[in-house]
């Protein structure tokens, strides 16, 4: 992963032992309550979303910490999923509960994961990869639109995300590859999933399920910067308590993206059922590595995960 200068590392994460996160001010506003979607919008700029995409050739499906497998977050160099892969995923224009993650830190400038809407009480969760953390001055931006004026479901404040402490790059915590995240409502006081839809968080209902698998490559791996989809049945990742499926254009900066059970073409929502990440940030390394991806078996694990965001 590369790094960001120190002008841009202006400010960072804090991680308590709970797995709560929150975002220290980064004068977006007076402390971290400044932080709200009117300013994401403000600095989200389509001009500032176009500078912040790398054009330089990288490395995973993410943006992952240091000292992690890269993931799906940022690089695995290529344009387009090959010839070679048995099933291919499509460019469409995406869903409203789906979209991007955009933030400063580390060489998160650009949309580095993907994140969904997830159904919640206070209707103002999202859910991503654990090694999608959020930089300073993160922004959820659903159905993203690739240089479009205006975004067609604005632009949303990123406040505390919430993260398993005990997640790896490797080994058994790699299974606990997931986080939530609330976001903070819009400039007219309206909660994100009142405005987008939301999916259900549901257990995973088993190793071999059919499910609708939603990214956002980014550019440098893609130059079409555009959602892609496929539909897929899964299977077991041998040895870890994941899925897998097969199917090529997963490329970095889809980790995070939701597999979807149940996908209703008319509500534009499913059932989630997991999410790219897992075992080395969602998928093997190597130069084929968008053909094959994972997800995080859903147990009760990331519902107590869930619970811990909606009472904060």
Avoid at 36 to 54: D, F, I, K, L, N
Avoid at 133 to 140: I, L, N, T, V
Wanted: hydrophobic share 35%; charged share 15%.
């Amino acid at each position: 992963m590369s790094t960001v200068g120190a002008g841009l590392a202006l400010c960072l994460l804090v991680a308590p032992a709970s797995g709560a996160t929150t975002v220290a001010d980064d004068g977006g506003g007076s402390g971290a309550g400044g932080w709200t979607s009117e300013a994401a919008a403000r600095y989200w700029t389509a001009g500032r979303m176009a500078a912040a995409v790398p054009a330089g050739a990288g490395g995973g499906k993410s943006a992952a910490a240091p000292g992690e497998g890269a993931g799906k977050s940022a690089g695995a160099p290529g344009a387009r999923a090959t010839a070679g892969a048995a099933r291919s995923a499509r460019h469409f224009g995406g869903v409203p509960s789906v979209g991007v993650l955009f933030s400063v830190d580390k060489d998160a400038r650009a949309h580095h994961c993907t994140a969904s809407v997830v159904r919640s009480p206070h209707r103002n969760l999202i859910l991503t990869a654990g090694h999608c953390e959020p930089g300073s001055r993160a922004a959820f931006v659903p159905q993203y639109r690739s240089g479009a004026t205006t975004q067609p479901y604005g632009v949303w404040a990123v406040e505390r995300g919430f993260t398993d402490p005990r997640r790896t790059a490797s080994g058994p915590g790699s299974d606990l590859d997931f986080a939530f995240a609330t976001v903070a409502p819009d400039g007219e006081g309206r909660a994100l999933e009142s405005v987008t839809g939301g999916n259900i968080l549901l257990r995973t209902p088993g190793y071999a399920t059919d499910v609708t698998v939603i990214g956002y490559p980014t550019v440098r791996n893609d130059p079409a910067d555009q959602a892609v989809r496929c539909e897929v049945r899964t299977s077991r990742l041998t040895g870890q308590r994941q899925l897998r499926m097969e199917c090529g254009g997963f490329y970095g900066g889809t980790s995070g993206g939701p597999w979807l059970s149940r996908f209703d073409e008319r509500t534009k929502t499913g059932y989630l059922v997991g999410n790219i990440g897992g075992l080395n940030g969602g998928g093997p390394s190597g130069p084929d590595s968008h053909r094959t991806s994972y997800s995080p078996y859903y147990g009760s694990e990331v519902f107590r995960l869930y619970a811990r965001a909606v009472a904060a």
